[in-house]
């Protein structure tokens, strides 16, 4: 496609130059369309306009300049106020225009919103988003985002500025509940992180040193998100290319999870997610508990 027929990139709007909207933001500075940019702190918006992005006073401002505009703020209240109020984007907003919230808020509020949007020819996405402020500084977030192939595919662009990998989660509010999944994954892992401190601890060992290990291990294999590679969650028949896999993996980890119970039983520490994932670990891989998980009581 020659120079004459492209479509010239879309103008970003960003509202909301927090922890994390701060570092995004800094990455849309590069993005050829342009940049418009809403904080209630002068002194955040100010940096950004010194380096050639334009300020608006509200999200109606902003609605206004750009046809994508992304929502970096607190809570669902605070989203719909953006949204829909006084001085929100819809009261100003062309049809056409993309509202992409990164806020993680409920699916509920998201479908909602995409509903009141879209009677002003307007699309709205959830798209939450993963990686952390360090992720957003470095360009490597992943955002996942709910709402039609079009709006998808008018995002797409400007947001590979601070996202590497940025994935279709399905319709609006699809989006929240990838991250509420994965999210749940994170959190009960700190969990599980704290029993193995617990252990570790009681046994005497270096907890710093254990973090190391943990740290370095998981860069290797790629942690608990290395297993997650099937379509579906239903038991694997014994003649699936993943059951030998799976089944070796459910074999070693009952062996080291009755070695680890055991050890805390020796030392009086309670492991209530260890126990768990004894008895699940096999079922949750789908090819079943297996010969240890059977025999202990």
Not at 43 to 62: L, N, Q, S, Y
Not at 125 to 149: H, T, Y
Not at 152 to 165: G, I, N, S, T, W
Not at 255 to 264: F, R
Request: glycine share 12%; charged share 20%; net charge negative.
């Amino acid at each position: 496609m020659n120079g004459d027929t492209e479509t010239p990139p879309v103008q970003v709007g960003f509202i909301g130059l927090g922890d994390m909207g701060k570092p995004m933001a800094e990455r849309l500075l590069a993005w050829p369309g342009g940049l418009v940019v809403c904080d209630l702190r002068p002194e955040v918006v100010e940096p950004f306009t010194a380096a050639g992005a334009k300020a608006a006073a509200t999200a109606a401002e902003v609605a206004a300049q750009a046809e994508v505009i992304s929502v970096v703020v607190v809570n669902d209240d605070q989203v719909r106020a953006v949204v829909t109020g006084p001085d929100g984007i819809l009261s100003a907003a062309r049809p056409g225009t993309v509202i992409a919230v990164h806020s993680t808020i409920a699916d509920e509020t998201a479908i909602e919103l995409a509903a009141e949007c879209a009677r002003h020819g307007v699309d709205l996405v959830d798209a939450p988003i993963s990686g952390g402020a360090g992720g957003a500084q470095q360009g490597r977030l992943a955002v996942m985002v709910g709402g039609s192939e079009a709006a998808y595919a008018r995002l797409r662009e400007p947001f590979r500025c601070f996202a590497d990998l940025v994935v279709r989660a399905g319709e609006v509010g699809a989006g929240t509940r990838m991250k509420l999944a994965r999210n749940l994954l994170h959190f009960v892992a700190f969990t599980a992180a704290g029993e193995a401190q617990r252990l570790a601890e009681a046994a005497g060992l270096d907890l710093r040193k254990l973090g190391r290990v943990v740290r370095h291990s998981d860069a290797v294999t790629g942690g608990a998100g290395s297993i997650i590679l099937r379509d579906t969650t239903a038991p694997i028949p014994a003649d699936d290319f993943w059951f030998p896999i799976l089944s070796h993996v459910r074999n070693l980890g009952e062996k080291d999870l009755s070695l680890a119970l055991a050890l805390a039983d020796r030392l009086h520490v309670e492991l209530p997610l260890a126990q768990q994932a004894f008895t699940e670990l096999g079922p949750g891989l789908g090819v079943g508990a297996g010969a240890l998980a059977k025999e202990r009581p």
